[in-house]
């Protein structure tokens, strides 16, 4: 498997998932609530798609979008910490089994409630991979277009949502709208036992000129040398079926008590809990992935509710027939363009964390200016430039806000800093905006007002990354010479958050 091959594998599963995103807010798939109004006479819309299927009132609609993060947030942080002892491939496979069976259960969903349990599933084929893609390019991109590289993973984050407008918008005019989510299964598939059978590539550890790790087998640093002297040295029938040279093997092939394997297996999960907690202390204690997260938030609150509602306020608000496909292909287009122009300029001006922090604030404030206005425009021509304008600035960060949450942590913990920069965006960002949004235009009635409130917070995001920018020591990340924390670490938080718990720690032999 070449880092090409690879990198071109991501992006399909990465559009895949994004083209769901889309389908869920299209408006043949969304649809709209049957509902008369009565003017000079009386006009009826009758229901269609899930809105019309299920009766949902807008603030309930918008409660689907933000289901399937559940299932993300939780599962996330839980894949970042098993790549480290399993691999890789194989968890994303069993993701994206999971996703496969979910959207299969979105299209035979006979209420609202089964609807939002099955998007809470499909989250866990996102988090699969969500928080390895990234390290693995990271790690394999050529230097000098490593943000090239993840700006080409990242722009199918809107090329997927896009084809998903347009996708959702086509289907349901020769089928139902249950048949958008058995089709998106069926292209899901491939990827499943692609997960299942492909050879993984390794994580490159940071140290130079060191053979990098192998992800499934970094566990076994953790085995401390008497029980490494132990398993090579035991003999026996289990070791005469099966070779035990892998040391997950071997743990299980030795004739200790059951009660001393059973401490050593509450032993290792102990230590396993540690350092997830020391890795997690470091991420946030760390200023410049913090205040990037921050920023990071309030742009996904902004882009997640544009890619639900976009379609929906653009139909009403100027009258579009084809809104679906005009918002999907302005999406898509100035999703590649921004997001690819985005990578390849901060590669030519140097991909510092600085430079990158003013990059994002410069690119999302005058964005938010653009998006603001084409709300503003009376004319459909005009809505379309002056959105695609902003959609281009916006897009174009996309590169180097990943190169920060990369570049400013150590190799050993990018893949929880990415798992946990995806919890914080979502369950501060775009898990609430959706139904916030839903709820004010319940309230106002009116899609200019709420969408040019929801714009006001990418003012937010550009404040926090200009200050990002000021901060002092910033330029550079200083990978550290280890992937693993010693135990002394690991003993110290765990004491730590005992004794903030009340609770004994017992002291360690000393050696």
Same mark, same amino acid.
């Given at each position: &498997? ?66 399937? $993060? ?44 089964? *609807? ?14 969500? %928080? ?19 700006? &080409? ?53 940071? &140290? =130079? ?22 398993? #090579? ?31 050593? =297996? ?17 991420? *946030? ?59 390849? *300029?901060?590669?030519?001006? =140097? ?11 410069? %690119? ?12 503003? &425009? ?51 960002? #775009? ?13 106002? +009635? ?16 550009? $404040? ?17 010479? %280890?992937?693993? +924390? ?8 765990? %004491? ?16």
């Amino acid at each position: &498997m070449t880092p090409k091959r690879l990198l071109v594998i991501f992006c399909v599963i990465n559009l895949i998932n994004y083209v769901d995103r889309g389908v869920i807010a299209s408006n043949g798939v969304n649809g709209v609530r049957g509902n008369c109004t009565q003017d000079s006479h009386i006009i009826c819309q009758a229901p269609l798609g899930i809105q019309g299927d299920f009766d949902l009132s807008d603030a309930q609609d918008g409660l689907l979008p933000s289901a399937f $993060m559940v299932g993300l947030l939780v599962a996330s942080p839980l894949f970042a910490e098993l790549s480290k002892t399993w691999n890789p491939f194989r968890l994303i496979g069993i993701g994206l089994g999971v996703w496969t069976l979910a959207v299969l259960g979105c299209g035979v969903a006979p209420g609202f409630y089964f *609807l939002a349990v099955c998007r809470m599933f499909v989250g866990v084929g996102e988090a699969s991979f969500v %928080s390895l893609a990234a390290p693995f390019i990271d790690n394999y991109a050529p230097p000098h277009k490593k943000s090239m590289w993840l700006s &080409m993973f990242y722009m199918c984050i809107p090329a997927g949502v896009a084809l998903g407008y347009v996708y959702g918008g086509l289907i349901t005019q020769v089928f139902s709208w249950r048949m958008a989510f058995v089709i998106e299964a069926l292209f899901m598939l491939p990827a499943v036992v692609f997960g299942f059978l492909a050879k993984p590539l390794q994580f490159k550890s940071g &140290m =130079g000129g060191q053979k990098p790790v192998d992800p499934s087998t970094i566990y076994s640093d953790a085995l401390d040398s008497s029980e490494q002297a132990m398993g #090579d040295s035991e003999e026996g029938e289990a070791g005469a079926q099966m070779s035990v040279r892998h040391p997950m093997l071997r743990r299980y092939s030795t004739k200790k008590p059951f009660l001393a394997t059973l401490l050593q =297996g509450v032993k290792r999960c102990g230590k396993s809990v540690g350092a997830f907690l020391v890795d997690l202390k470091e991420l *946030l204690t760390n200023g410049v992935y913090v205040i990037n997260a921050v920023g990071y938030t309030f742009y996904t609150a902004v882009i997640g509710a544009y890619a639900f509602w976009g379609p929906r306020a653009a139909k009403i608000v100027f009258n579009m027939a084809s809104a679906d496909e005009v918002f999907g292909a302005d999406t898509v287009l100035t999703g590649i363009f921004g997001t690819f122009c985005g990578g390849v *300029l901060l590669d030519r001006i =140097g991909n510092t964390i600085s430079k990158a922090f003013g990059l994002c604030a410069i %690119s999302v404030f005058f964005g938010g200016i653009l998006c603001i206005i084409s709300f503003l &425009m009376k004319s459909q021509l005009a809505f379309i430039v002056f959105i695609a304008l902003g959609e281009f600035l916006l897009f174009a960060i996309q590169g180097p806000v990943n190169i920060i949450s990369l570049g400013c942590v150590p190799p050993r913990e990018q893949a929880l800093s990415i798992a946990m920069g995806t919890v914080a965006i979502h369950i501060f960002g #775009d898990v609430p905006s959706p139904p916030v949004v839903g709820y004010i235009q319940d309230q106002v +009635h009116d899609w200019r007002i709420s969408m040019v409130l929801l714009s006001c917070l990418l003012f937010v995001a550009s $404040m926090a990354w200009a200050a990002g920018s000021m901060m002092p020591n910033n330029t550079s990340s200083t990978p550290s010479s %280890s992937g693993h +924390h010693t135990d002394e670490e690991i003993n110290a938080l765990l %004491s730590d958050t005992g004794r903030a718990a009340g609770v004994k720690t017992m002291p360690q032999p000393q050696s």
